[in-house]
């Protein structure tokens, strides 16, 4: 089974994988009494970066809504008799 992915949707899960590890490096190198990385702000860094990079990257944000075209038939030229 092959699943096709968007190339949007792997930039966005790769974007917000790299944020994850940089904070989770980051929040490692702080000397604190446990001496490990914040597991719950690097998931949660990540995540908000992803949600708001497709928010912003996904075509038509903050564009409204265009009303659907009707769809009646066109009147015909023939009149009946």
Do not use: E, N, W
């Amino acid at each position: 089974m092959t699943i096709q992915i968007a190339p949007l949707a792997v930039l966005l899960i790769v974007v917000g994988i790299t944020v994850g590890i940089s904070v989770f490096k980051y929040t490692a190198r702080t000397h604190g009494a446990v001496g490990r990385g914040d597991v719950v702000a690097s998931i949660t860094s990540g995540a908000t970066v992803a949600t708001l990079l497709a928010l912003l990257l996904t075509p038509g944000f903050g564009q409204p809504k265009a009303p659907a075209s009707p769809t009646t038939d066109p009147p015909s030229a023939v009149s009946p008799r």
